[in-house]
């Protein structure tokens, strides 16, 4: 099992910046890729980035492209989603995600991760 708790949400402009991290635990050696994913009111579950847990590959939403930037540390078991130029289409509830199947590159697809953190609210006021 491998558990995920998400933080850094909160309130900003537009133009504005935050940080968000979601922190692993458990048996986060068997972890081969997070990401993170948000939720609007209304809207389906909508793929942002994702990372592979020993580097390498990364993917990008095309509508966070050039705004956005996935990191990890694997030290910490820590990954994270810097969030700049945000924009009030970018307002939604951030979930971050990973997964323990060695298998394929499917970033963008809900059902290839396994585990899920709770979610934290991001709100961009224009």
């Known amino acids: 099992q491998v558990q995920l708790v998400e933080s850094g949400g909160g309130l900003v402009q537009a133009g504005g910046s935050l940080r968000l991290s979601c922190a692993a635990s458990?048996?986060?050696?068997?972890?081969?890729?997070m990401g993170w994913f948000r939720q609007a009111p209304g809207k389906e579950r909508e793929f942002v980035a994702a990372?592979?847990?020993?580097?390498?590959?990364?993917d990008y939403a095309d509508s966070v492209k050039g705004r956005f930037t996935i990191s990890r540390d694997n030290a910490k078991n820590t990954m994270y989603l810097q969030m700049n130029s945000l924009k009030p289409e970018d307002t939604a509830v951030y979930f971050c995600?990973?997964?323990?199947?060695?298998?394929?590159?499917?970033?963008?697809?809900?059902?290839?991760?396994?585990?899920w953190g709770q979610g934290t609210q991001v709100t961009v006021s224009s």
């Open positions: 458990g048996r986060t050696f068997s972890v081969y890729a």
């Open positions: 995600a990973a997964t323990t199947s060695p298998t394929g590159w499917t970033t963008h697809r809900v059902a290839w991760y396994g585990y």
């Open positions: 990372i592979r847990w020993s580097g390498g590959n990364i």
